[in-house]
T-cell receptor, first 114, second 115 residues
């Protein structure tokens, strides 16, 4: 079975500063990788996903993530955050075949300070 | 595209009553829908997977007689919390996926408070 670890439960960051959210996974088979964002009292919105191909994935709202197979990581980055990026971020994996369920990490709460 | 809605967005009910939550895919056909539960400041916990026209598959520890799931059409799945108790109070989120697709699209969630 696969598992996902988000190493930071909370990340405070100043506005316009860069941010990196760490995600590591474990799986004995190939996986699909996802980052979702959840704003207060809302569902999840897909930021980006890695299925195959280029290991650098660009998503919405200026976010990007890099898949590193040797380190089993899929860290999320944004070069300059805005106040509106304050939210909960979830990394998730599914087995590398269509039809499989997602396994979520514990989430990282990003608090952007002015 | 890929919009999923949930109704109601929040509900308050008395202990012992049943509550039905609807999940709809508005612009695509969802052959598979998922139901999650999220406690405050925690991650999502998958409760069950439902495929259109067949019985739902429940995760270990989830009572299928308490959380009834129906996926009668390609655009609608319902979760009924039967004989709700205060410990069932939570944020319930559904997601939907088309057949053969790898991406799940999530609804906005339903907050349930059982008094």
């Amino acid at each position: 079975a696969q598992s996902v670890t988000q190493l930071d439960s909370q990340v405070p960051v100043f506005e316009e500063a860069p941010v990196e959210l760490r995600c590591n996974y474990s799986s004995s088979v190939s996986v699909y990788l996802f980052w979702y964002v959840q704003y207060p009292n809302q569902g999840l919105q897909l930021l980006l996903k890695y299925l195959s191909g280029s290991t650098l994935v660009k998503g919405i709202n200026g976010f990007e993530a890099e898949f590193n197979k040797s380190q089993t990581s899929f860290h999320l980055r944004k070069p300059s955050v805005h106040i509106s990026d304050t939210a909960e971020y979830f990394c998730a994996v599914s087995l590398g075949a269509a039809g499989n369920k997602l396994t979520f990490g514990g989430g990282t709460r990003v608090l952007v300070k002015p | 595209g890929a919009v999923v809605s949930q109704h109601p967005s929040w509900v308050i009910c008395k202990s012992g009553t049943s509550v039905k939550i609807e999940c709809r895919s508005l612009d695509f056909q969802a052959t598979t829908m998922f139901w999650y539960r999220q406690f405050p400041k925690q991650s999502l916990m998958l409760m069950a997977t439902s495929n259109e026209g067949s019985k739902a598959t429940y995760e270990q520890g989830v009572e299928k007689d308490k959380f009834l799931i129906n996926h009668a059409s390609l655009t609608l799945s319902t979760l009924t919390v039967t004989s709700a108790h205060p410990e069932d109070s939570s944020f319930y989120i559904c997601s939907a996926r088309t057949g053969g697709a790898e991406t799940q699209y999530f609804g906005p969630g339903t907050r349930l408070l059982v008094l």
